[in-house]
Structure formats: structure tokens, C-alpha cells
């Protein structure tokens, strides 16, 4: 069975420095896509960012970008420059091969602080 | 970018009433949407997948009977809470993906229902 798996219940980071995000997967499946999403306090699902299993080059975006490494079977998130903006729940998920299900990982809630 | 509206936001009524949950993708086609479910402090737990024109797929554990999901159009699924009791409460959350874009299209979510039965 497909499961993501998020080991950081919590993380503190101090504004402007970088934080790494931990997730790793477990599928049998060769196609897959891996995504991250941001929950505020508010309760809506921002996406961030997305790699897909064939893709070569780790995801960039802004100061998103992912970690991916498929012989480990994980996909850290890693958030440059935070701001405090940037405090939230982050979940990572897996979208399931021929279905546009995804499962999600039990989240990381970020404290970014002054 | 893809905007999928959900509908109330924020309900709260007594024991024994139905509460229905729009969602809405609001500028592409859906024939797929997702309801999710979230306790507090806890991930999303999906509960069934609404198929526009036909019956909607639940998830293990999931009673069709409490949970009834109606996908009548290419942009509008709807959740109704039968019969709602104070266990039923909870943030309820749909999402949606177009179909265009090729696999990297994510799925898209609204801003959620938190349902409050008392």
C-alpha cells in the first residue's frame, strides 16, 4: 500500500534562514507525483510545489524547492529565506498511479519566528 | 489559476439536521472531485471520490448512507451530512484538478467547511 510519511510533528525556524521539511513515500508504483501543500490557520490547501517521479531535476519554485531523491523515497521540502508568513501545517502527498487520488502524510507545523 | 469555490464556510446547527456543502470549480471542468475530511491537529483523510454523472466511489469506513454526494454538472459536487450528529463535526474540505496540463496539475482545493453540530 501506498504511504507518506512525515517524522516532524513540529519545527521552529528563525526568519530568514532556511529549513528543510522531511517526507519520505512508499509506493511499488514506476509513475507517481509527489506534491507539498501549505494549510494556514484558516484551514485552505495552498500548493507549493510538485515533482513527478520521472522528473530528472529536483522542483524549484520561488523559495520553494524539493529535495528529491527516488533511490531514498523522499521528497524533503526546503523553504528558503522564511519569513513569518511561512508559519503553517506542511503536508506532503503522493497522487496514487491512474487515479488522482492523493494520500497525505500527517504534516509538519512550522514556527517561523522573529 | 484554477479556483475551486466551496460553500458555507462555517456551519453550525443542531442534532438531526442535514447539511449540505457545495463545491464548485469555478473556471474549469471537474469530472472528478474529492471530499476530505479533517480532525483537528490531523491530516486529510479522503472520504470519497464524486464522479460527475454517476455514483460517487467511498472510501472504506465511509457510510454512503450519512455521506451523500450528488456530482450533477461538470462544475458543482455537493456533500450532504444526513441526519447530522455532534461526532459528524469536523472541517469537511473538497478539491478538484482540470483535466488539461498533463500529471503536474495539482489538485486544487477550496477553503473548506467547518461544520459544528451541537
Known amino acids: 500500500a501506498q504511504k507518506i510519511t512525515q517524522t516532524q510533528p513540529g519545527m521552529f525556524v528563525q526568519e530568514k534562514e532556511a529549513v528543510t521539511l522531511d517526507c519520505t513515500y512508499d509506493?511499488?508504483?514506476?509513475?507517481?507525483?509527489l506534491f507539498w501543500y501549505k494549510q494556514p490557520s484558516s484551514g485552505e490547501m495552498i500548493f507549493l510545489i510538485y515533482?513527478?517521479?520521472?522528473?530528472?531535476q529536483n522542483a524549484t519554485e520561488g523559495r520553494y524547492s524539493l529535495n528529491f531523491q527516488k533511490a531514498r523515497k523522499s521528497a524533503n521540502l526546503v523553504i528558503s529565506a522564511s519569513q513569518l508568513g511561512d508559519s503553517a501545517m506542511y503536508f506532503c502527498?503522493?497522487?496514487?498511479?491512474?487515479?488522482?487520488?492523493?494520500?497525505f502524510g500527517t504534516g509538519t507545523r512550522l514556527q517561523v519566528f522573529p | 489559476g484554477a479556483v475551486v469555490s466551496q460553500h458555507p464556510s462555517w456551519v453550525i446547527c443542531k442534532s438531526g439536521t442535514s447539511v449540505k456543502i457545495e463545491c464548485r470549480s469555478l473556471?474549469?471542468?471537474?469530472?472528478?472531485m474529492f471530499w476530505y475530511r479533517q480532525f483537528p491537529k490531523q491530516s486529510l483523510m479522503l472520504m470519497a471520490t464524486?464522479?460527475?454523472?454517476?455514483?460517487?466511489?467511498?472510501e472504506q469506513g465511509v457510510e454512503k448512507d450519512k455521506f451523500l454526494i450528488n456530482h450533477a454538472s461538470l462544475t458543482l459536487s455537493t456533500l450532504t451530512v444526513t441526519s447530522a450528529h455532534p461526532e459528524d463535526s469536523s472541517f469537511y474540505i473538497c478539491?478538484?484538478?482540470?483535466?488539461?496540463?498533463?500529471?503536474?496539475?495539482?489538485?486544487?482545493f477550496g477553503d473548506g467547511t467547518r461544520l459544528s453540530i451541537l
Open positions: 478539491s478538484a484538478r482540470p483535466g488539461q496540463g498533463g500529471n503536474n496539475q495539482p489538485q486544487h
Open positions: 509506493t511499488s508504483d514506476q509513475s507517481y507525483g
Open positions: 515533482q513527478g517521479s520521472y522528473d530528472e
Open positions: 502527498a503522493m497522487r496514487e498511479a491512474n487515479t488522482d487520488k492523493l494520500i
Open positions: 473556471d474549469f471542468q471537474a469530472t472528478t
Open positions: 464524486s464522479n460527475e454523472g454517476s455514483k460517487a466511489t467511498y
